[in-house]
């Protein structure tokens, strides 16, 4: 007999992890198998940053390079552009199912973003900026859900960016048009209420936030989510696969968790490609709506 570390004695020859409840026993037995299988050529392969930087297909080492996620992008926006087209050709004055599903899409980003957030006199100058935003950001994060693309065009920082940017310059812009450049600044660096020495830390805090935090909150908050949905996705069905053809039988039955998994995380990354969409246009709006207020 021996003692296990509580001090409860073992036969001869068991070892004590036979001890431990079977989940952790099945986790045990699989991680050393999955951590073999990335070793070798085939089998379990973990996804990394480097799925979204695929090699190039034409241009390659310019800033006109082709690769998947920029074909990816142009499915997405050909799509987007086709569908808008169709309905505005075959719209009618009682519309059908396409139609009355267009429409409420576009009522939801003037009502429910547009109005809400700037009003209905401001909102109406806005509404195809909005509009543009949600539809292409919803778009481009679905594209990481359809089979053959499985990957969204907006993983990659630069078409964050991109939108990020549009939105930084047009409520500068406004608050520059409604006040000055000398009164936009004021009402921003300069808050109404505070003493005059709080200035000498609000004031940099402040102007760190319309110069840089942001757009650049705007463009990693979409990004980093794509990003891992993406990751998560591929993680749970590359397991998949391993665990019901590769490897071992007693492990078959990992692979059926990660298959229910992985549907669950579509399911949620279907639900989070709508969010992010809707936090990014609603964001747009009130940083606009506070480029046109006189005070904050």
Known sequence: MTARSDGVPTPW????????????????????????ATEGEGGFHVPSIDEFFPPAILFEDTIFQIDRIWIIRVVAMIFLLTVFVVAARRA?????RFQGAIEMILDFVRVQIAEEILGKVNARRFVPMLTTIFLAILVFNLTGVI?????????RIGLPLVLALWVFVTYWWVGIR????????????????????????VTPIEA????????????LRLAANMIAGHIMLVLCFAATQFFLLEAAPALKGIGALTLVGGFAITLFELL?????????????????????????
């Not at 089979?147 to 993983?155: D, R, V, Y």
């Not at 936090?279 to 207020?293: G, H, P, R």
């Open 13 to 36: 020859g068991m070892r004590r992890e036979d001890h431990r409840p079977p989940g952790v026993l099945l986790f045990t037995s699989a991680t050393p198998t999955l951590l073999a």
């Open 92 to 96: 009618k004055l009682v519309p059908g």
């Open 147 to 155: 089979p053959f693309l499985n990957m969204a065009g907006t993983a």
């Open 178 to 201: 409604q006040h000055g450049l000398g009164g936009y600044l004021k009402n921003n660096l300069f808050p109404p209420g505070i003493p005059w020495p709080i200035y000498l830390i």
């Open 208 to 219: 760190l936030q319309i110069l840089v935090v942001r757009p650049l909150s705007l463009a």
């Open 272 to 296: 989070v490609a709508g969010l992010q969409a809707y936090i990014f246009a609603l964001l747009a709006a009130v940083y606009i709506s506070l480029s046109l207020e006189e005070e904050h």
